[in-house]
């Protein structure tokens, strides 16, 4: 059973940064796309952005597209957060795709992580 571990959440203020992680336990998502999801308190959880399994390609949410960067390396997926407002508060998802490159569906990803939270106070 693939098992993702998101880490690097937590409290920052508005403007600043934070770079969560996700981890596979077993090193299976090499070939797979990885997603990153959200979900505030009372809302749906919605895509943030995905990269592919070599990292060449990488979608973003207009929400987020100029602020937030994915990463990759042979261990681990990042996102990384800068400039970050009140509204990008949530628990942050990364999610393991069906597929060499990710969609905004969720319904594309197999495998998810718990989730870490993020507050930005402002």
């Known amino acids: 059973q693939v098992q993702l571990t998101e880490s690097g959440g937590g409290l920052v203020q508005a403007g600043g940064s934070l770079r969560l992680s996700c981890a596979d336990s077993k090193r299976t998502f090499s070939n797979n796309a990885v997603g990153w999801f959200r979900q505030a308190p009372g809302k749906d959880r919605e895509f943030v952005g995905t990269i592919s399994w070599n990292g060449g390609t990488t979608v973003y949410d207009e929400s987020v597209k100029g602020r937030f960067t994915s990463s990759r390396d042979s261990a681990k997926v990042y996102l990384e957060m800068n400039n970050v407002k009140p509204e990008d508060t949530a628990i942050y998802y990364c999610?393991?795709?069906?597929?060499?490159?990710?969609?905004?569906?969720?319904?594309?990803?197999?495998?998810w992580g718990q989730g870490t939270q993020v507050t930005v106070s402002s």
């Open positions: 999610a393991s795709a069906r597929s060499s490159y990710g969609r905004r569906r969720r319904e594309d990803y197999r495998y």
